[in-house]
């Protein structure tokens, strides 16, 4: 084969094989979406949950049914949501222990700690994905694995993610993690599965004293807006500009 | 008519920049070009994956008696997979002994969420796990769907386990609650909507306090009530409960 040969084929063969991929990736798509998405349309949903702090008595059930739901690795530092306790000394000193890590023999323990009166305040914190408006972890993907879906929620596609961790790096509240078995990142997905079938998330549907409330901001009658005209709500980290869509209400100044 | 060389140069050059654009724009498909179509895929993957936990009202219509009790009493905010564990399978194939959930009569499993523990929210119904009917399960006393104490508990630790035990190291230890709080007897059972009263005026810690004041108990703190701490409520600076501040 000479050089012009050579030419000339490549003239044909890249672009026929760039036309029989694109009809085999289209006719694939199209099946695909018309069974899993029928009736669904995101762009009417904008979704959020609310965490009252005042409600949460630290049972760790939406951590283990997040796990459950979602195949998260067992090991105790993989989460997609944990809750943390904070214990707040009057000297300022500020203790901050993840309950989540611990085992449930390590957690049935922690009831028979003495009375420390030199702490003035103490609360439990869930914390998860705070499903940013403005998510920093989706600017800093160089592949456009992590992306927002049109009804807020950021996932993380693992066909595409290469591991290079910049989004784990990139997320301010530490929502992300290397999962051990994808080898990409992983992070909460608000449960897209179910709620986009009109189930609540799992962590939602096990809390025991409605502390998580899930809602679609874009409702005009819905828990979570009635939540915000309700309370005073905090986010975490304001001053980053993320937009959180983890409305707190009875939000501690001490939790980071 | 023939064409200057330079012009069939320029051609060649027009001609594969057509391609190129050509090739880009319409040829290649776009999941080659952008992440778009990917993340559409992925979409649809995300939404297709399994449940576990069917929800609350789907045990409903076969275990109605369960959930009727359960919406009726204290534990109504309760999902039933909480306690039951994912049961999506088991609502799939109700004769799959397999999947059939369990059902927890451990004390621990209660004491999860009714353990005493410092950092719960004031009100929340708890107790010492050490102490309470010990060595007995807590389903034979309390029914799990809708549990009640058969008769109001005795003692406000119960609920304000932290204020209680609180209370107990400080100098008010020997201070009862009703001594500053007067508790309507549905409190107890009922207690959001028949709240206790609070102290509202100086007068409730000066009874005690005031320099004037003959209670004997109190009588190496006694301070002048009209003038001691300006204007503010004795409360705003010294917590009733541990009035000797923290340690």
Redesign the interface.
């Known amino acids: 084969m000479n050089k012009r040969e050579f030419l000339k084929g490549a003239i044909f063969f890249f672009p026929a094989a760039g036309v029989l991929e694109a009809l085999n990736c289209s006719a694939a798509g199209n099946a695909l979406s018309a069974s899993a998405t029928a009736g669904y349309d995101p762009t009417n949903h904008w979704y959020g949950m609310g965490v009252d702090v005042d409600r949460c008595i630290g049972c760790n059930r939406c951590v283990e049914a997040c796990k459950i739901e979602n195949n998260v690795p067992e090991e105790p530092f993989f989460f997609r949501t944990w809750i943390e306790r904070y214990q707040i000394h009057a000297d300022g000193e500020v203790k901050v222990e993840c309950i989540s890590t611990k085992t449930p023999e390590e957690r049935l323990a922690m009831q028979n700690e003495p009375l420390d009166p030199s702490v003035v305040r103490t609360f439990f914190v869930p914390k998860l994905c705070n499903q940013c408006a403005h998510p920093p972890c989706v600017q800093v993907c160089p592949v456009g694995a992590t992306f927002q879906t049109k009804d807020g929620v950021v996932l993380v596609n693992e066909k595409t993610c290469i591991g290079c961790r910049y989004c784990i790096q990139a997320c301010p509240y530490g929502a992300r993690f290397l999962n051990p078995t994808t080898r990409t990142a992983d992070k909460c997905t608000f449960c897209y599965h179910r709620v986009t079938q009109g189930l609540l998330p799992a962590c939602v549907e096990v809390c025991p004293t409605e502390a998580r409330i899930f809602g679609d901001l874009k409702s005009k009658a819905d828990r979570l807006v009635s939540f915000q005209r309700d309370n005073k709500i905090g986010v975490l980290k304001p001053d980053l500009n993320t937009e959180p869509k983890a409305l707190y209400a009875n939000l501690d100044g001490e939790v980071r | 008519m023939k064409l200057p060389e330079q012009m069939k140069r320029l051609g060649v050059i027009v001609g594969l920049f057509l391609?190129v654009v050509?090739?880009r724009f319409f040829?290649?498909?776009?999941?080659?070009i952008?992440?778009?179509?990917?993340?559409?895929?992925?979409?649809?993957?995300?939404?297709?994956?399994?449940?576990?936990?069917a929800?609350?009202m789907t045990c409903r219509q076969c275990h109605q008696e369960e959930f009727d009790a359960k919406l009726a009493g204290y534990?109504r905010?309760?999902?039933c997979?909480?306690c039951h564990?994912?049961a999506a399978a088991h609502v799939a194939n109700k004769d799959d002994k397999a999947a059939t959930p369990p059902k927890h009569r451990e004390r621990?499993f209660c004491?999860?969420?009714h353990?005493?523990?410092?950092?719960?929210?004031n009100g929340?119904p708890q107790v010492d796990?050490?102490a309470h009917n010990k060595g007995k399960r807590c389903v034979s006393c309390h029914d799990p769907h809708d549990p009640k104490p058969d008769e109001a508990p005795k003692d406000c630790g119960g609920c304000h386990g932290?204020i209680a035990?609180?209370k107990a190291?400080?100098t008010h230890s020997q201070l009862p609650c009703t001594d500053c709080h007067q508790v309507p007897e549905l409190h107890t059972t009922d207690p959001r909507s028949h709240l206790p009263t609070k102290p509202e005026t100086r007068e409730a810690c000066a009874r005690c306090h005031d320099t004037a004041s003959t209670d004997p108990a109190a009588a190496k703190a006694r301070v002048d009530s009209a003038s001691h701490g300006r204007t503010y409520a004795c409360w705003e600076c010294h917590y009733a409960h541990?009035p000797e501040?923290?340690?």
């Open positions: 391609v050509i090739t040829l290649l498909p776009e999941s080659w952008s992440a778009r179509p990917h993340q559409a895929a992925k979409v649809v993957r995300e939404m297709a994956k399994p449940v576990h936990y929800g609350m534990h905010t309760i999902g997979e909480n564990g994912p621990e004491l999860g969420c353990g005493y523990l410092s950092s719960r929210p929340f796990g050490q932290l035990r609180t190291v400080s541990l501040g923290p340690k």
